[in-house]
């Protein structure tokens, strides 16, 4: 690991003026060549920022803490009934907290599933959110893949059992973040702000950035820009949640597959509305929409739900080692679909 400075920013704006490019640029082997210049990243609980310090895939010249900014840790019910969370709230507390409870079941459940007790007690949304991907060959300093700027996607004829079985013609990752496949099927919006106190507010969907668009970030998170709030629309209480997950083992990894299933039930038993969003399948959190489509104006019963299973994988493109998540998906779509509709929401 490099030497480099640290600092506690004070001010959201302190903030912003220390991200001085984006971890994204940074990691690049262009940025890495060019002497690394005076390089300022942010740090939220550290946990993926330090693996890729310890890892020699960072080397800044200086780390800002997020810690010290007031009001980044707080969770508000806004005034339309929805929910505006900082992206310093820990995974833990967010998980814990009564405001969340039945009415976003689907979010609970994702964070009590994610990495660990101990991780969750450090590890924030918002770090959860911007983390970069897992993929072996990303995190490994003797591949100069694409995602760093280099000219081959290493996965694609490689170990590709953990990668993506769509969008993975020019780069096989899956996004890294589980909490974000339930945040998507909720509509969560994120606010973000720059040195200059401006803010921009995005569908986080939207915020997600494809390989097709560009091939070295996640997201489009910009220079001195910060993520300040990740906000949840107030929910009709006809919505039913259900999240499901798949690993080799039940903690401490990063799931194989997983998916998060929001309904919208209506007082005939039809569905008006559903989210289907898929995990560990893409590069960015998965919508199936063929899926989504197919439940419309049905009853949800098991023939519905199979049958959603099944057009969920429309358009899959697996790779040599990672056809099992095709049946794996089928199956988690059909059973969150079920686990959805048998529930009823809190207001
Ligand atoms: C063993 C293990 C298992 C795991 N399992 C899972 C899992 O199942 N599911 C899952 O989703 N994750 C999992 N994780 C990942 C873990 O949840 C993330 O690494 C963690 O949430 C990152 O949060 P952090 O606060 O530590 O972020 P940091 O490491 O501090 O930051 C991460 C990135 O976000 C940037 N950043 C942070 N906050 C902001 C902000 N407000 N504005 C702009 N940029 C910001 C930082 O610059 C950095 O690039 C696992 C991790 C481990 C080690």
Not at 138 to 167: M, P, T, V, W
């Amino acid at each position: 690991m490099n030497r480099f400075a640290f600092a506690n920013a004070q001010t959201v704006a302190e903030a912003a003026i220390g991200a001085s490019t984006t971890v994204a640029d940074a990691m690049t082997v262009a940025h890495r060549a060019a002497g690394h210049g005076k390089t300022s990243v942010l740090k939220a609980g550290g946990i993926d920022l330090l693996d890729l310090l310890k890892e020699g895939l960072l080397a800044p010249s200086k780390v800002v803490n997020l810690r010290e900014v007031p009001g980044l840790d707080t969770i508000v019910e806004e005034d339309g009934g929805g929910l505006r969370i900082g992206p310093m709230v820990t995974l833990a507390s967010l998980a814990d907290h009564p405001l969340l409870g039945g009415r976003y079941a689907v979010l609970s459940e994702v964070l009590r599933g994610s990495a660990s007790p101990q991780i969750r007690n450090v590890a924030t949304l918002g770090g959860n959110l911007l983390q970069r991907p897992r993929c072996w060959y990303f995190r490994s300093q003797a591949y100069h893949c694409l995602r760093k700027g280099g000219g081959h996607c290493f996965a694609i004829s490689g170990e590709n059992q953990y990668h993506a079985i769509f969008d993975n013609t020019a780069c096989a990752i899956v996004h890294p973040s589980t909490i974000a496949t339930a945040l998507v099927a909720l509509d969560a919006t994120v606010e973000l702000t720059d040195a200059a106190a401006a803010t921009r507010q995005l569908a986080l969907e939207n915020f997600f950035v494809g390989p097709e668009r560009d091939l070295q970030r996640e997201n489009n998170l910009k220079p001195q820009e910060i993520l300040t709030a990740i906000s949840l629309p107030k929910l009709p209480g006809t919505v039913r949640m259900a999240h499901l997950r798949q690993g080799e083992k039940d903690s401490f990894d990063w799931p194989l597959a997983d998916v998060a299933v929001v309904l919208d039930v209506g007082q005939d038993g039809t569905c008006k509305r559903a989210a289907i969003i898929l995990g560990a399948a893409a590069p960015v959190p998965y919508r199936a929409k063929t899926a989504e489509a197919a439940l419309i104006g049905k009853r949800i019963d098991d023939s519905a739900a199979a049958e959603a299973g099944r057009v969920a994988l429309d358009g899959a493109t697996p790779l040599a080692k990672n056809t099992y998540k095709l049946p794996l998906f089928e199956t988690l779509v059909r059973r969150a679909i079920l686990k959805a509709a048998i529930r009823s929401v809190e207001k």
